[in-house]
């Protein structure tokens, strides 16, 4: 999945990505990916956007669907890719 933004943000802080086909469908795993050579130019972080970048965060799909995930605050013209897989227990 991409997230890009296009111009300089008119937000205070990024908004979250919520994904509805994912609603009660189990754990779900979101993960940022860094493709080889690529410097990150995130604004700002928090320790949830941290874990998906060395880890990978684990959330409820319910969660996903009703409020989503955080994304980094990200300079006008940048994206994140993530990755979403499902969690098997």
Known sequence: MLAYRLEPAGQKYAPK???PMLDGLG???VVRLHPDGITLHD????PA???MGTGGLIMDGSWLAAV???IPALHAETCAIFK??????
Do not use: Q, Y
């Open 17 to 19: 990505i919520r994904l």
């Open 27 to 29: 754990r779900r795993g």
């Open 43 to 46: 604004a700002g972080t928090a």
């Open 49 to 51: 956007i941290e874990r």
């Open 68 to 70: 989503g995930f955080p």
């Open 84 to 89: 979403v897989t499902r969690e098997l227990v």
